[in-house]
């Protein structure tokens, strides 16, 4: 990546916000769609209003992306930082900016781009071919939205993209701009070190005792033991419900009866094949010699149907099943192509079919198991229903569960005794929290949740013993809590951190001695440039280096118009060096295909700035007005008791 697009990280957070969140499919669209208004408007655009449930709905939405992106390595708090937050507060503005500025040029989407882009979904086309309405809806229907509201806002949507693809698609990089930042990038320098070390200046290091103390005293915290709590807690989701749960054999007995298909497994097959390739459009000639070679192989197998897996491993052209003879294991209906599903279901087993012929060329088949449809009987499948029907009664009670153990929580501020009485829940107890989660501890645990810590750690909880409100700390998951002891942020004794103050102030000091003596010496070779003590020459490029990253950079940022050039630069815990820059070199053979990439990635940048200049103009065009800014906006505060 260039350096030009390394330093213009902002722009690029600001550009994956804008290019992720107007991806809508199969989320929370309707969230979007409502108007706020009152004294929940953060701004106001083009007439329409900015509320702070549409804000909270966009910034879920943004977490919930980058826990799919990142997966286990996701980290909220990277996210929910006053940037990240306003950054969604201004994509919200943008695309109300630009639904505005398309409705002003009367901007449409036709049916058939709207039907392509739905198609395009991953999942709705069946192996037939065919749109899986069924599955559309209920896809949606999970989103509590149904075709109708889904559609209108694609629609809507579509239409801002093709107002920020006109612009995007517009820019373009200049070629002396995009040459200029390749030859830096693959511009090579040849430099020498000259490193002195913090070690070598230990021993001149002199200390007093009030150089300890005055280093003690502005510590900022270094010496500092936290503040800890022990908490009680009490938690309440589907399996503390489930568990409190019982489902009678007659129930077990009416479901399975109800759900007789669910646990009816239909007739499988195994089979083998040997294919011969011919795509759907290829020549004719192509597709006639594919088919003599299978008539031909058809032939062996005729006089000996022994060979079947000997000729699959020489001749079939399926690179998955040719190396195990041809071997597809067991597969239900649905799974092929329809032409050999057919094939292969009216054959018995040991039974090799004619050639078939399918959009992937020609088959030749050979049932070789055959797993009848088999039913699981009632005591098989017994302890299975009977935790599903908990589930699904767990799911029912939970709201109003949910409801009854806010109630009580808050009600009884000062014990969750009630709670656990009539709810037939169990208090638990967690040691050493702190205001932040403990990085050891299981990241899904309830009282290990920021909501849950940041609650816990309120003023009316560890002044006033009162109970935290009832947090939900994942679906259908609710937490609360009270701090039953408390130990307040407290400075280790002077005396008792001595030895570590010393140690510490004496690497200080060393660093300083040694970053005092390249200043020195980068002043003298300055002013008298000499290669005595330098180390051995080496040529360093932005693409390849083995040098320190901080002498790399020093190294390549430095002014080389006059040669030898020299630079200093610290390294954190280790000292400083100086670099001698010797001579430039450029690569013999540019790479064009990087160079052509680089262009690319150049014109995306410019593409990027020109769209936000694009936006910022239409939010003047639509009289955007910032109603309540977001540092102004109470973080969940805890109500009067």
Request: charged residues 25%; hydrophobic residues 40%.
């Amino acid at each position: 990546m260039l350096e030009f697009i390394r330093t213009h990280r902002r722009l690029m957070q600001f550009m994956l916000l804008l290019i992720i969140l107007p991806s809508f499919a199969f989320v929370g669209l309707e969230s979007y769609t409502r108007m706020g208004g009152g004294a929940d408007t953060l701004a106001k655009v083009g007439g329409q209003n900015v509320s702070q449930q549409e804000f909270d709905a966009a910034q879920r939405q943004q977490m919930e992306r980058f826990r799919q992106m990142f997966g286990e390595q996701f980290d909220a708090k990277m996210f929910d930082t006053p940037e990240a937050r306003q950054a969604v507060l201004d994509n919200l503005i943008a695309q109300k900016a630009l639904a505005a500025e398309a409705t002003r040029k009367h901007l449409t989407v036709s049916d058939a781009t709207l039907q392509q882009a739905i198609l395009s979904i991953p999942d709705l086309v069946g192996p037939d071919g065919k749109f899986d309405s069924e599955r559309y809806k209920s896809l949606l229907a999970v989103q509590g939205m149904n075709p109708s509201m889904y559609e209108a806002r694609l629609r809507q949507d579509l239409a801002l993209q093709t107002i920020n693809g006109a612009i995007q698609n517009s820019a373009f990089a200049p070629k002396s701009l995009a040459a200029r930042l390749s030859d830096i990038g693959e511009q090579e320098r040849e430099v020498q070190e000259l490193n002195f070390k913090a070690a070598d200046y230990v021993a001149q290091v002199k200390i007093t005792d009030q150089m300890l103390k005055d280093y003690y005293d502005k510590s900022a915290g270094r010496f500092d033991i936290p503040e800890q709590a022990t908490a009680e807690y009490v938690v309440l989701n589907a399996d503390a419900i489930a568990a409190q749960t019982t489902v009678s054999d007659a129930d077990i007995k009416s479901y399975y009866d109800q759900n007789a298909r669910r646990y009816s497994i239909d007739e499988q097959r195994r089979a083998s094949h040997i294919l011969i390739t011919a795509a759907k459009d290829a020549p004719a000639a192509d597709k006639t010699a594919a088919k003599a070679k299978a008539d031909s192989l058809l032939a062996q197998l005729r006089k000996n149907p022994a060979d079947f897996a000997r000729l699959a491993k020489e001749n079939s052209q399926d690179p998955g099943s040719a190396e195990r003879g041809g071997d597809l294991d067991f597969f239900g209906k649905g799974m092929m192509v329809k032409p050999f599903e057919d094939a292969a279901y009216r054959l018995g087993k040991g039974q090799i079919s004619d050639v078939v012929q399918s959009d992937f060329g020609y088959h030749i088949i050979q049932v070789t198991d055959i797993k009848p449809a088999a039913v699981k009987t009632l005591a098989e499948v017994k302890d299975e229903i009977g935790a599903e029907i908990k589930k699904q009664l767990a799911a029912k009670k939970y709201t109003e569960m949910a409801e009854q153990f806010s109630n009580l929580v808050y009600e009884q501020a000062d014990t969750l005794k009630p709670a656990v009485d009539k709810l037939g829940l169990k208090i638990e107890r967690a040691s050493n929290l702190t205001r932040t989660p403990n990085p050891a501890m299981a990241p899904n645990a309830p009282v290990n949740n920021p909501k849950f810590l940041a609650a816990l750690f309120t003023d009316d909880v560890l002044k006033n013993k009162h109970n935290t409100e009832a947090i939900e700390v994942a679906p259908s998951t609710l937490v609360a809590g009270r701090i039953v002891d408390y130990k307040p942020a407290t400075k280790r004794p002077f005396e008792e951190v001595r030895a570590q103050v010393r140690e510490q102030v004496a690497q200080a000091e060393a660093l300083n001695l040694a970053k005092q003596a390249g200043l020195a010496k980068l002043a003298e070779l300055k002013a008298k440039p000499d290669h005595t003590g330098f180390a051995a020459a080496k040529m360093i490029s932005r693409k390849k280096s083995d040098l320190p990253g901080e002498v790399t950079l020093a190294a390549l940022k430095a002014d080389a118009t006059k040669l030898p050039a020299f630079v200093g630069t610290e390294l954190p815990g280790q000292g400083y060096t100086v670099i001698r820059i010797n001579k430039l070199a450029a690569p013999a053979a540019p790479d064009a295909a990087r160079r052509q990439a680089e262009q690319q990635q150049v014109a995306n940048v410019i593409a990027q700035q020109e769209t936000l200049a694009y936006i910022d103009m239409l939010k003047k065009k639509a009289k955007t007005e910032i109603v309540k800014p977001l540092a102004s906006v109470a973080p969940a505060e805890q109500p009067n008791r």
